[in-house]
């Protein structure tokens, strides 16, 4: 990981009178060894999204890194599947696999749900590949989307007056 290359001199001489020498130069490349699995910048995210944003909207970008070389340092990036309301994690949220930007797959209503949490894998390319999972936290926030409600007092369904008298 620290060097790709060698360049080395080879000088070889003879014993005789006068004594001959040649040089020659050998370039000797060094191969990469997929060793190294992805690491990601933090070991957990924390994402904060407003409820009601429209489906396709970028909400974070998370990012890994691996010291490998070439192929085997190249990064995709997936949502592990999983249940969210009984539908499917993929359903809510889905990620860019090249460049890890997180986009909401539908709008979000802070009533309905507060919090969930997502797996997200990079994988390198090499061969077998290596991957790494984090998990990120994602918390709505509500807006003020819903007008008040009066409870009490109930008017009467029933036609009568509901009036009520107090001693």
Do not use: H, M
Not at 3 to 10: H, K, Q
Not at 58 to 86: F, M, P
Not at 100 to 111: A, H, K, L, P
């Amino acid at each position: 990981e620290q060097v790709s290359e060698y360049n080395i001199t080879v000088n070889a001489t003879d014993k005789g009178t006068p004594p001959l020498s040649t040089t020659t130069n050998i370039l000797l490349l060094i191969s990469d060894k997929n060793d190294n699995p992805p690491i990601f910048d933090q070991s957990f995210y924390t994402v904060y999204v407003t409820e009601n944003v429209p489906a396709g909207t970028s909400i974070y970008s998370i990012k890994a890194t691996d010291l490998d070389w070439g192929q085997n340092s190249r990064i995709r990036y997936c949502i592990i599947d999983g249940e969210l309301n009984e539908a499917p994690v993929s359903s809510y949220v889905s990620i860019n696999s090249e460049t890890g930007v997180i986009y909401t797959g539908r709008s979000f209503d802070y009533e309905q749900f507060r919090d969930f949490q997502i797996q997200v894998k990079a994988e390198d390319g090499g061969s077998p590949s290596l991957s790494t999972n984090v998990t990120v936290n994602v918390f709505i926030v509500d807006q003020n989307d819903n007008s008040p409600e009066i409870l009490y007092p109930s008017f009467p369904t029933d036609g009568s007056t509901g009036v009520e008298l107090a001693p």
